[in-house]
């Protein structure tokens, strides 16, 4: 596309999401952010409020927590461990070694008792969601077997995902707290925090400050307010989940669990600089530094799990409707068409309605908040807002426009 088609571009993606976030009961406020392969931003825009009904307007400047927009990120430095052979995919004693409370969790029947595994868990397996865990929130079996005191994911209590297992390992693709574990395993090979090696590894050599699983006062003060969406679609501002993680002081911070799978809080424009090095093959476009050898980076890209052709087409249940809503599918495809998952994200491995390119990759967080890459263009984009519970519908409307917006204008 020509200049003028972008400049076009640029103001029918400034409306679409001006209206998103000013009709009544709409969209609070939200940040849009793409990029290309070589790190230049296409596009970057804050409409809205920073909270419901407050005076100051989201700015592109504000924080959001990202929940599994974080996946990508641990699944980034946990291949930087297997290229240099501290981990590896399928060692499953290494694994266990590691992490002996893998070796031990039995699972979970349908009847609420326990049963041992029949083959250890590996890696790989965790970071496919297919190690057997799963999340609370979107099943019942596993919420009831935590009661009376129940299990809280966002607890930044370690204690939280000491779960077992709802499925034998290798099975089925289950979505949960595996990545967590991979997390787990990462902390106790390098003796550092998740956090401090994300920001030692990756963030530091990729030249991003506002990224954070325990954000720094000045992230704090711009972080987004946190909304709820009642069942007749009413808006209000409620208390944020993450309380453990945003009131830690330096010392508690050295107790307090940093989840892979959901723990950390990012300023998009930021976040989209990790998307760019993986559209540039492992290597940073703006400040050079390489994060993953081009092949690990394809080895992600590559679906991992070709016996589930249909992993992603099963009923989600809403067990904390307050958080999550239910569904059926992860992502709208034609049933004929099969599902791919890599090592940490979604694939979708045909062409797709808005333009993305077959083999483009996307995943999402519990307050709607969504990211996607399209290595054969050369693009990606984030859209961020901060709406419980998951898979808002006035978000996902906007999501849908704003992707078919910039492969019509963009690419």
């Known amino acids: ?45 804050a409409s809205g409020k920073r909270g419901q009904g ?71 397996m965790l970071l496919t969601h297919t190690a057997g865990f799963g999340y609370t929130f979107y099943n019942s079996k596993l919420a009831d077997y935590g009661r009376p005191i129940g ?83 009413t808006l209000s501002i409620r208390d944020h989940l993450m309380h453990r993680p945003l009131t830690a002081d330096t010392k508690e ?16 424009q930021e976040y989209c600089q990790i998307l760019a090095m993986l559209l540039k093959g492992g290597v940073s476009p703006t400040t050079g530094s390489r994060i993953l050898q081009e092949s690990t980076v394809e080895d992600m890209f590559t679906n991992q799990i070709p016996q589930l052709p249909n992993f992603a087409r099963k009923h989600y249940s809403s067990v904390k409707p307050d958080l999550v809503a239910p569904f059926d599918e992860f992502y709208p495809q034609p049933l004929d068409q099969a599902q791919g998952w890599g090592l940490t994200f979604m694939i979708t491995p045909h062409r797709g309605a808005t333009g993305r390119s077959a083999n483009t990759v996307h995943w999402a967080g519990l307050p709607n908040t969504w990211w996607w890459a399209d290595r054969e263009k050369g693009v990606a984009g984030m859209v961020c807002t901060q709406i419980l519970p998951s898979s808002d519908l006035k978000v996902g409307m906007l999501i849908g426009a704003v992707e078919s917006t910039v492969y019509q204008y963009f690419v």
Not at 61 to 90: H, P, R, Y
Not at 253 to 268: D, E, L, Q, R, Y
């Open 1 to 45: 596309m020509g200049s003028n088609a972008q400049g076009d571009g640029t103001q029918v993606l400034q409306d679409l999401i001006n209206a998103a976030c000013c009709e009544p009961n709409g969209i609070p406020g939200a940040s849009v952010v793409i990029i290309n392969r070589d790190g230049k931003e296409l596009f970057a825009h």
């Open 54 to 124: 407050q005076p100051e307007p989201m700015s592109l400047d504000n924080i959001f927590w990202i929940a599994s927009c974080t996946k990508l990120i641990t699944g980034i430095a946990l291949m930087q461990l297997v290229e240099q052979g501290k981990l590896a995919l399928d060692d499953a004693e290494q694994l266990e070694k590691l992490c002996p409370e893998l070796r031990d969790v039995k699972v979970l029947r349908e009847d609420g008792t326990l049963e041992e595994k029949k083959r250890k868990i590996t890696l790989r």
């Open 151 to 233: 299990y809280d994911e966002f607890s930044g209590q370690v204690s939280d995902i000491l779960q077992p297992l709802i499925a034998q390992p290798g099975e089925e693709f289950n979505y949960g707290i595996n990545i967590d574990w991979a997390g787990v395993a990462l902390e106790r090979v390098t003796k550092m925090s998740l956090n401090e090696y994300m920001q030692r590894y990756i963030f530091e050599p990729l030249g991003l400050k506002n990224i954070n699983m325990f954000p720094t006062l000045q992230m704090k003060e711009k972080l987004a307010y946190m909304h709820q969406r009642a069942p007749d679609g």
């Open 253 to 268: 911070i050295k107790t307090c669990f940093g989840s892979g799978g959901g723990g950390c809080f990012a300023n998009p």
